[in-house]
């Protein structure tokens, strides 16, 4: 079972970029397809991108489109959420997940692992 664990979030201004990092660790990372979700207070999870196992497929929900960039470097056993020009609503928690389906990482639902999210704050 593959443990993962997110970095990267903090307190930005509207406007601003942030990079934010999933290590994983205890499996084979490259069996896995990853995604990156959220989860804003009082509000259900929320899918936000996937990517598969060999990074050359992405898919993108239409709220982050054209903002968001995910990536993975299986040599470092990590994928990467890149933010472009964020907002307020981007607020929430972010989550990375991994599953061997890539399908089923298309879904906010049972994937293999979750990490323990890493709070981005938008401020106006």
């Known amino acids: 079972q593959v443990q993962l664990v997110e970095s990267g979030g903090g307190l930005v201004q509207a406007g601003d970029s942030l990079r934010l990092s999933c290590s994983a660790s205890?499996?084979?990372?490259?069996?896995?397809?990853m995604g990156w979700f959220r989860q804003a207070p009082g509000k259900e999870r929320d899918f936000l991108a996937a990517v598969n196992w060999g990074g050359d497929t992405t898919y993108y929900a239409d709220s982050v489109k054209g903002r968001f960039t995910i990536s993975r470097d299986n040599a470092k056993n990590t994928v990467f959420l890149q933010m472009n020009s964020l907002k307020p609503d981007d607020t929430a928690v972010y989550y990375c997940g991994a599953d061997k389906n890539y399908f089923d990482v298309l879904r906010v639902g049972a994937l293999a692992a979750w990490g323990q999210g890493t709070l981005v704050t938008v401020s106006s």
């Open positions: 205890g499996d084979t990372f490259i069996s896995y397809a």
